[in-house]
């Protein structure tokens, strides 16, 4: 279990994902295969690939698929010295069929073991030594000891000077929508230093995103607004800039804005500028999307240079 002091810290809720052979529903009788996501296991995994240390903080189950993320981890160099064991809840289940118009999701995650995470048992020591927070509304929305967890861990980040990365990463299922626009509003407001949404989050929540930016008394240091094949805008203060998407080959898009917040804080990380800053963020969305799953396609920080490298030589 690795210990050592790490950049950024991911909290949030991973998920056993059960995949039917693409092309085929869930409804027919047909072999499935295994694999991991979860906005934020995803996003840990990333950063790493990257070259930056990082820590997923969790509560996975005391079986297999408990000893299935471990490994996971380990495998990808995130570290687990915040991840708790659960004897009495399970690990949340995410079933996914290709079927003609793109996913469909089927979610078992009900009272799973990420909604209980324990904060006496959590190495605040370690969390106070990272530089970034990062989590996202899912984090929140799963159950109340997770949001009450949420709110304690973004004001012991603000306190201590760390950044606090949120991407909105709205879902219906989870939340009645007002309660979503007045928690994330007020977590927006009160912590986040790094936000990540898209255009259709802020049309689904009824917002407008300069307008709404404008009402904050606290803006964010940087919002960076996903236009998915559009590319992104990044706002910081009074700059405003659009950045490209990069144009490629697409296998899968699951998993890419959870890239794309990789990309961010990895930028954020490194000091980059805004426009740079976006690139880089596209750059590791893109990649990601040429792989099955969230995770398959994730680029390390070797070939996000590469790439980046061979796209400003053709002038892209």
């Not at 509003?185 to 929540?205: A, G, P, S």
């Not at 240091?221 to 144009?247: E, F, M, P």
Request: proline share 3%.
């Amino acid at each position: 279990m690795v210990k050592e002091p790490v950049e950024v810290v991911c909290y949030g809720e991973p998920l056993v994902s059960i995949f039917a052979r693409p092309g085929l529903s869930l409804r027919e009788d047909a072999p499935l295969s295994k694999g991991w996501g979860g906005d934020t296991l995803d996003t840990s995994i990333a950063l790493a690939k990257l070259g930056h240390r990082t820590a997923l903080l969790t509560r996975t189950s005391s079986d297999a698929f408990g000893d299935s993320l471990i490994d996971l981890l380990n495998a990808n160099g995130v570290g687990t010295a915040l991840v708790q064991r659960d004897a009495l809840h399970l690990t949340g289940l995410c079933f996914v069929s290709y079927e003609e118009g793109g996913h469909r999701f089927a979610y078992y995650r009900k009272d799973s073991a990420a909604c209980f995470v324990e904060a006496e048992k959590i190495d605040w020591d370690l969390l106070g030594r990272a530089k970034v927070l990062h989590l996202s509304g899912i984090s929140q929305a799963i159950g109340t000891q997770a949001l009450e967890l949420s709110f304690r861990l973004m004001d012991f980040a603000s306190k201590r000077g760390i950044l606090v990365s949120y991407d909105i990463n709205y879902r219906p299922a989870l939340w009645d929508r007002e309660m979503c626009r007045a928690i994330v509003r007020y977590t927006i407001e009160q912590y986040v230093d790094v936000l990540q949404t898209t255009d259709e989050e802020f049309e689904q929540l009824g917002w407008e995103p300069q307008s709404f930016l404008d009402t904050l008394e606290h803006r964010p240091l940087i919002t960076a607004l996903k236009h998915g094949a559009g590319g992104c805008t990044l706002l910081a203060g009074d700059q405003r800039v659009n950045v490209d998407a990069y144009a490629v080959e697409v296998i899968d898009t699951v998993g890419a804005g959870d890239a794309f917040a990789a990309g961010l804080i990895a930028a954020r990380l490194r000091g980059l500028s805004l426009k740079n800053s976006g690139r880089l963020a596209n750059a590791v969305a893109a990649l990601s999307c040429q792989g099955k799953g969230p995770l398959h396609g994730q680029p390390t920080h070797q070939e996000v240079e590469n790439f980046m490298r061979e796209q400003n030589s053709e002038g892209q």
